[in-house]
């Protein structure tokens, strides 16, 4: 079975600056799918990022960045110029395509943005 | 598109009382999943379905919990009895690519005293 980790329960950062999310995860598969979520205080789960393990370019979108390193099973999430509007739980996820779409999530990691 | 949409946003209930919770996907979506979240286990799927039809429904806790999807755009997830320990969030999400981005509902909160 996939187990996400993520290490930092919180974490926290100032306006403008730039943070660095980390997940691992275990896996016997070669071709897979992780993702970031992001839960801000309203609840609604949104998808940040998306990245399938068979590319080695990083993925981005805007602000967010991965950092993919397949050998070592590990995905990290960095925010750049971090906004108030940043504030939220984030999870990293993963799935393995095919059969079932099941996502596994990892615990979170709750980002509090200071001003 | 109004996005994922779930009923109630709370529900408070006593124990051994039955609970539905409902859900209407994104016109289109073929694929629907409902997840719960609670402190001690995190996020965790429960069961969903593609074209109304059940696909994996191993994350059910018991059988106390039932899901049903009659049509394509309506889905309930049932407690039947209710217990404390069911007291978490269930989300709902939809999608056309399950490989890509679910799109979540808002939740349902539900406490059971």
């Known amino acids: 079975a996939q187990t996400v980790t993520q290490s930092q329960p919180e974490m926290s950062v100032q306006e403008a600056e730039t943070v660095t999310l980390s997940c691992t995860y275990d896996t016997s598969e070669s071709n897979y799918y992780l993702f970031w979520y992001k839960q801000p205080p309203s609840r609604q789960m949104i998808l940040v990022i998306r990245q399938e393990a068979y590319k080695q370019q990083n993925a981005t979108e805007n602000r967010f960045s991965v950092n993919f390193q397949k050998a070592a099973k590990s995905f990290s999430l960095k925010i750049s110029d971090s906004q108030l509007g940043d504030t939220a739980m984030y999870f990293c996820a993963f799935m393995k395509p095919g059969s079932n779409y099941k996502l596994t999530f990892g615990k979170g990691t709750l980002l509090t943005v200071n001003p | ?113």
């Open chain 2, 1 to 113: 598109d109004a996005g994922v949409i779930q009923s109630p946003r709370h529900e408070v209930t006593e124990m051994g009382q039955e609970v539905t919770l409902r859900c209407k996907p994104i016109s289109g979506h073929d694929y629907l999943f409902w997840y719960r979240q609670t402190m001690m286990r995190g996020l965790e799927l429960l069961i969903y379905f593609n074209n109304n039809v059940p696909i994996d429904d191993s994350g059910m806790p018991e059988d106390r919990f039932s899901a049903k999807m009659p049509n394509a755009s309506f889905s309930t997830l049932k407690i039947q009895p209710s217990e404390p320990r069911d007291s978490a969030v269930y989300f709902c999400a939809s999608t056309l690519r399950p490989d890509y981005e679910q799109y979540f509902g808002p939740g349902t909160r539900l406490t059971v005293t």
